[in-house]
């Protein structure tokens, strides 16, 4: 696998050691006992992840049930293409996520998914992905304005700020400009849903049935109720007075129809779709950048770098527009080179229904297969230097071997919103590094925990300094 050989500069990447590498999650050297095993991944699912898993294709064991962890492009492209029937997805994912939204694209199956995702699809069109920009410049503007009202060189908790941010893009692009939606309770209601939803135990993980009871999982609450009738009563009303100017994903998920069938989505669908773009999208893009600034504040050569691109771009001092995006190809690397690092879908999981062979390895019926893309993007195998920051390996797409890099899942079930979303965070990153400079916090490092998405524990403390009119 020397697909990667060509790709880096290697002057560079001689003079950086393990200690200059930013923050990563220990993994696992030694076998632990179940009950060890069960309690580390309360805390963060990452630790099942064996050591070993950077430096194979595959790795195999036994838990209760069979698993497999594939790190290896060719059978993984197997598992999300070529053999997609026989991997649906584990009930791990169904169960974290039904309660908030139902049998929506996200979960669904076979023909119940096909035609959610053929109706969906246009939706996320590259048009109307540039369409919803000027919602995306005017969040990058507020937050923008938001920091600048911080007292110089007090620390700033990004992921929090950054979770603001994207919140704020997704629900002007779905709810927007409705009246009767309360931004705040629905995104109180969201976040809390998130973080007691995705306290995944291990039995989870081994996709044992939902009737095994799990320690301390009630899926009910969390102000769900109170969202889902909400969202209802927006749905109906934008029915009757119609299509917001220009169209929201309501809107565009309003008109969609499925091309063969011509059925359209009924209220309870709409909603349920509606509820997955916001939980599936906008903590994912909050983490992206979050964990972006921490690497901008970790390596500030890259940092001044990128900060001289979005100043060229952004002369008059604006914020960045979509159309500004493809003039932003650093700022992009360093979003994609983010999203390796630390992939906010660390790791997703599927169930074998028939016989297989992955990488010479027989998989049978029931056998959970893990997709471990934190492990993946890290794997040796694949990777030069892989733990370090290095957003230039991006620079050419041909270096990337496409099944490697996997931050979006891949084949028919790919993330639908994975246009919206690098758009959006290269908008909010660019604006972001031509007014401000982001400065570690010494001691105040973020821990990489995967619960449910990969988050930095404790925050991403930065501080700023705003850079003066005269030297921009
Ligand atoms: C950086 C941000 C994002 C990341 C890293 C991300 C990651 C992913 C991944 C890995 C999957 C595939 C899961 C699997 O195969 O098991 C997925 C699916 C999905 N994502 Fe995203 N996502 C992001 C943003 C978004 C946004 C902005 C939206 C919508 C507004 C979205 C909506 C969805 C939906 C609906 C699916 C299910 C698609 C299907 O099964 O057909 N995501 N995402």
Known sequence: MQHFANVLNKRKMSMRTETSDPVSVPLVTEPWGMWRTLKEVRQNILSIIPQIATSQPIVSG????????????????????????????????????????????????????????????????????????????????????????????SAINFFDEMITTTFDVIADVTFSGDESFDRNNIHTAIESYISEAGKVSLLDI????????????????????ETKEIADRVIEARKRYGAADPPDLLDLLLEGEDPDTKRKMKTAELRENLLTFIVAGHETTALSLSWALYLCAFDTEVQAKARSEAQSVLSDGRAATGDDVSQLPYIRHIIDEALRLYPPAGMVSRTAIAKDELCGRAIRPGDTVILPF???????????????????????????????????????????????????????????????????????????????????????????????????
């Open 62 to 153: 036994k838990m209760v049930k069979r698993w497999h962890m594939i790190m290896d492009p060719t059978a993984l492209r197997q598992v999300l293409l070529e053999r997609l029937e026989i991997y649906p997805k584990s009930e791990v994912t169904k169960n974290l996520l039904k309660p908030a939204i139902g049998e929506s694209l996200f979960i669904a199956e076979g023909a119940h998914w096909r035609w959610q995702r053929r109706t969906a699809a246009p939706v996320f069109s590259q048009r109307n992905v540039m369409n919803l920009s000027p919602v995306m410049s005017a969040a990058a503007e507020r937050c923008a304005q938001r920091i600048s009202t911080h007292v110089p060189n």
């Open 374 to 472: 934190y492990a993946l993007h890290r794997n040796e195998l694949l990777w030069d230097h892989p733990n370090s920051f290095y957003p230039e390996r991006f620079s050419s797409s041909k270096s990337i071997e496409r099944y490697a890099y996997l931050p979006f899942g891949d084949g028919p079930r790919i993330c639908i919103g994975a246009s919206f979303a690098l758009q959006e965070a290269v908008i909010i990153l660019a604006t972001l590094l031509s007014r401000f400079e982001f400065i570690r916090v010494p001691g105040r490092d973020p821990k990489p925990v995967m619960i449910l998405t990969l988050r930095p524990e404790g925050g991403v403390w930065l501080t700023t300094n705003q850079i003066s009119k005269t030297t921009k």
């Open 206 to 225: 081994l996709a044992l049935p939902s009737w095994v009871p799990r320690p301390n999982r009630l899926l009910t609450g969390w102000g769900l109720t």
